[in-house]
Nanobody, 121 residues
Framework: QVQLVESGGGLVQAGGSLRLSCAAS????????MAWYRQAPGKQRELVAT???????NYPDSVKGRFTISRDNAKNTVTLQMNSLKPEDTAVYYC???????????????WGQGTQVTVSS
């Protein structure tokens, strides 16, 4: 089994910063791409940041320049540093990992349980 556990959410004022972390545990061969998504009430889940195993990153325009994704392959963790937060960043944030398990040729996506981020104006 594979588990992803997020931490680091909370309440922050607009303009502030938060750092989210996600740790993968369980039995697997490798973790490929990792990503952070978010879902605000009444809205669809949206992509916030992605990072390849080699460290290539991608961001939508809504967070580019404010959010930074990074990973530690040795520790099987992914981090999202969020700066200059805005009230519209308020959402539940989820991490996702493409995990290859022993005996499998292809990876499967696993999700964390989510962590709430609330930005007050």
């Amino acid at each position: 089994q594979v588990q992803l556990v997020e931490s680091g959410g909370g309440l922050v004022q607009a303009g502030g910063s938060l750092r989210l972390s996600c740790a993968a545990s369980g039995t697997f061969t490798s973790i490929n791409a990792m990503a952070w998504y978010r879902q605000a009430p009444g809205k669809q889940r949206e992509l916030v940041a992605t990072i390849s195993r080699g460290g290539s990153t991608n961001y939508p325009d809504s967070v580019k320049g404010r959010f930074t994704i990074s990973r530690d392959n040795a520790k099987n963790t992914v981090t999202l540093q969020m700066n200059s937060l805005k009230p519209e960043d308020t959402a539940v944030y989820y991490c996702k990992a493409a995990v290859t398990r022993s005996g499998n040729l292809f990876s499967s996506d696993y999700w964390g349980q989510g962590t709430q981020v609330t930005v007050s104006s």
